[in-house]
T-cell receptor, first 113, second 115 residues
Framework: RKEVEQDPGPFNVPEGATVAFNCTYS??????FFWYRQDCRKEPKLLMS???SGNEDGRFTAQLNRASQYISLLIRDSKLSDSATYLC??????????????FGTGTRLLVSP | DGGITQSPKYLFRKEGQNVTLSCEQN?????MYWYRQDPGQGLRLIYY???????QKGDIAEGYSVSREKKESFPLTVTSAQKNPTAFYLC??????????????FGEGSWLTVV
């Protein structure tokens, strides 16, 4: 089982739709959670951190469920420019104390006119 | 502008050759990282450096080498021992070694193709 698992998609949605992605993680000791956006052939960029109480940034809402070990990303009123791959990222503490980031394979979103 | 600069953006390597990817940051960050991304896979950590003159192996260090002689520079050498080097390579940095809430910044990446 992968440490961070995501549905690869693609999710094909029309403009204006609401779409949700889930991500599950296996390490119950993980403390930090993030969603990154990656455009085709580009570097990942931070979309938002995910906080225990859930958080919202404009059209984007992130939720964390520690009991079930999953995080979610909800995108409302999808725009064409939202088309990208969304990476779920979770931290893992190594024995040395180094906090390693573990990346999911990403969920691809395609928003059509 | 502050950021991470990777070069070259595209590189073609013949089998058996070593190549070096450059990574320079002017963010005054202590920690730097190299990741590899293959199609359909997540980013995998190759090497990381928490401070100048120190670096550690990540999950897939075999066939790679790094140095950290200056705070702003963290070059990656892909050696001939790396059997499947064709991939997208990403350099990244954080203010300190990754800790809770620490945002990681990425360079624009380097595409390496073996011909």
């Amino acid at each position: 089982r992968k440490e961070v698992e995501q549905d690869p998609g693609p999710f094909n949605v029309p403009e204006g739709a609401t779409v949700a992605f889930n991500c599950t993680y296996s390490n119950s000791a993980s403390q930090s959670f993030f969603w990154y956006r990656q455009d085709c052939r580009k570097e990942p960029k931070l979309l938002m951190s995910v906080y225990s109480s859930g958080n919202e940034d404009g059209r984007f809402t992130a939720q964390l469920n520690r009991a079930s070990q999953y995080i979610s990303l909800l995108i409302r009123d999808s725009k064409l420019s939202d088309s990208a791959t969304y990476l779920c990222v979770v931290n893992r503490a190594e024995n040395t104390g180094f906090q390693k980031l573990v990346f999911g394979t990403g969920t691809r979103l395609l928003v059509s006119p | 502008d502050g950021g991470i600069t990777q070069s070259p953006k595209y590189l073609f390597r013949k089998e058996g050759q070593n190549v070096t990817l450059s990574c320079e940051q002017n963010l005054n960050h202590d920690a730097m990282y190299w990741y590899r991304q293959d199609p359909g896979q997540g980013l995998r950590l190759i090497y990381y450096s928490q401070i100048v003159n120190d670096f550690q192996k990540g999950d897939i260090a075999e066939g790679y080498s790094v140095s950290r002689e200056k705070k702003e520079s963290f070059p990656l050498t892909v050696t001939s021992a790396q059997k499947n080097p064709t991939a997208f390579y990403l350099c990244a940095s954080t203010p300190t070694a990754i800790s809770s809430g620490n945002t990681i910044y990425f360079g624009e990446g380097s595409w390496l193709t073996v011909v």
